[in-house]
């Protein structure tokens, strides 16, 4: 097989490095550990037969997600987009209202925003966090909205600005104090997209418990995984009781009448996919330190490449790293497309991080600041092998 | 404890017949069975860590879904809700339509058009199968209706009626005949919401294989269950594609690049929920003949009781029995609430029919034809306890 890339040297570097950690054999991007209480307590759901809408591990999995994060409420659903979107409509998003959501996300982030059929507003992330960067989101609402009766309202669109969703990429703490005093002085709604953060602190309070309303993702490349499942964090019992609520058909409890007060959604997680996500939060924290060792791994790998780096989390945080990142840097900007030939091509799973929002179909008429810090990123971020038990293995 | 209902006998006499049929102890309206290869497919799902939305659970679940309805394509997503709000997209439907639905239905029903920003304009049912009464429905039309450029528009309120979603009532298909010809005449999109009737047959053919696209729910109280979960039946080829694509994030296949070519839904059923499905549908013959058995047994039971009689079958129909139901009569008429005190004082766990749409907060203010079939159902119907496992168990 002829190499496409060029013989540039750091590349086969990079791919030893990564083998240095990693271990030989093909190695996924991401996958979930099932070494514990997984199947014992599937069996124990499966026993009782109650394995949708009713059943005890929907509450246990509520109660010990409360506990971990720290939230005074979970809420668990079908996964992280249900739990967004309905986070979202809490936080008072209408439709035709903008959301103001980083351009660098999964397009879930955005899907939730639309599902509310209001519109998402794309702005600019920070290149140490990769996360929404609050001094950009300030300047650019400086200039760009007025506010009317106490609500920010876009100037372009006249549309208001209702809410803004920091999402904390691949693990690593979006600068929260920033963003809420940006959120405050705009008097919008915060709305955290935890979808990748679970087990990741800011100045040791769990990402997901700052603003309004927060949401998790177990999605099967997740740290932890129930399958499909998400949950919806928040220290406000009315919006808990609320979420719940709207999240279960909004039916009014009743002996036998079938009652319901609002147009609800039938987002609950089944009782089978909770019966795991009980059996993973037990590995949690054992999780989050093998991805913390990985990272220390990754980092001493690379130390004599200077084409890229391993990305850190940032200061006065700690991250879960879900997603291992190598940063291209000085030569090794512009070989992002080689770099990840290299890699999958030597079976090392690889991928560049999403597309910007805003280069999708979908999405390309949507209001945007400025995001020259998002597209270097684009260009410049790579995700790397990042399955806890590669610390076990190598 | 003192009994609150009338001491007419034949409520004692009617609990007496139900327990004849249910035997002794707590009964519940429906209890799923999990007695062949669930915890082995389960536990392979979670032994080969794909548990999530990727796996091949997922595939051979609408293969074999596929097969047993005849439709050409099935497929599976996160339940029926997702399933019927993604048919109707498919079918056409835009935000600010009307579309048809029975007043007597599951809420789901309802909020499916309502998340697609669409409008539910309610109609009338048909006394013997409980759905959607064609007569009724073109009777209606005539006089509210006036195509315009082949579109249906509602006179009154002048938004354009795109489709009609017959729903087969407890598993007792609609007159499925009568439902398309004035569909055909109407243009109007033809989505059955078949979440009760996965094993019934109209003329020998499977509900939910006759309009352009039916669907299906798994639900836990459902005749098979995968926890949560559904499905979107079709013969086009296209709309399957279509399917498919839009309820897994519309993500567009490529190595790498995360491209997104609509604004998709995260509605995908994981992989552990639909190895319990594949577990589940292996017996689902056998339910559906124990279900029939059963309604069989409560007729000959209910057979010296002149206040009531199970409803039965459409003629030309075989019926999967999802619930069974008790229809008042004569001298029953006005006793709905004393026959549920009775069943469920005794622990034979009973309930009405759904409170029909239009007398919800929500839907209170939309279209609707006069109802006076649906009224009088409302009144009339009880289902009780239908497990299949009660025929082996009695």
Not at 156 to 184: K, N, W, Y
Not at 246 to 259: D, S
Not at 336 to 341: N, P, V
Not at 347 to 358: A, F, N, Q, T, Y
Request: charged share 20%.
């Amino acid at each position: 097989m002829i190499s496409v890339w060029p013989k540039t040297g750091w590349l086969e570097k990079t791919v030893q490095a990564v083998r240095s950690v990693t271990g030989q054999g093909n190695i996924p991007l991401h996958q979930p550990e099932f070494s514990g209480n997984e199947w014992a307590y599937v069996k124990e759901c499966l026993d009782s037969t109650f394995v949708s809408s009713v059943g005890a591990f929907v509450d246990r999995f509520e109660r010990e997600l409360a506990f971990y994060t720290g939230a005074k409420h979970a809420v668990a659903v079908v996964n992280g987009t249900a739990a967004l979107q309905v986070a979202l409509i809490l936080a008072g998003v209408e439709p035709g209202d903008e959301v103001l959501v980083p351009a660098l996300t999964f397009v879930a982030t955005a899907n939730a925003v639309h599902h509310c059929h209001a519109i998402p507003h794309f702005v600019d992330s920070c290149e140490q966090s990769l996360g929404l960067d609050p001094d950009a989101l300030r300047a650019w609402l400086e200039s760009n909205v007025e506010m009317i009766h106490g609500k920010a309202r876009n100037r372009q669109t006249s549309r208001r600005i209702q809410a803004v969703v920091p999402m904390h990429t691949f693990g690593h703490p979006c600068d929260m104090d920033g963003i809420l005093r940006v959120a405050e002085d705009y008097n919008l709604s915060v709305v955290e997209d935890a979808a990748e953060s679970l087990g990741s602190l800011y100045h040791g309070q769990h990402t997901g418990t700052f603003g309004q309303l927060g949401t998790l993702s177990f999605n099967g490349n997740k740290t932890i995984t129930t399958g499909g499942g998400g949950a919806i964090l928040t220290n406000d019992p009315l919006l808990a009781r609320k979420a719940k609520h709207i999240t279960t058909t909004a039916k009014v409890p009743h002996r036998w009448e079938f009652v319901h007060d609002e147009a609800g959604f039938n987002y609950r997680i089944p009782n089978l996919n909770a019966a795991l996500g009980c059996a993973q939060l037990e590995h949690l924290p054992g999780f989050v330190s093998n991805k913390r060792q990985l990272a220390d791994r990754y980092g001493k790998a690379f130390a004599g490449i200077d084409q890229l780096e391993l990305v850190r989390e940032p200061s006065g945080c700690e991250s879960n790293y879900w997603l291992q990142t190598i940063r291209l840097r000085g030569d090794g900007f512009g070989h992002r497309d080689s770099l990840l030939s290299a890699l999958n091509d030597a079976g090392v799973m690889s991928r560049p991080v999403w597309r910007l929002m805003h280069r999708l179909d979908p999405y390309g008429d949507c209001p945007r600041a400025p995001l020259p810090v998002a597209e270097k990123l684009e260009e410049t971020l790579v995700n790397i092998p990042s399955s806890p038990s590669l610390v076990s293995r190598a």
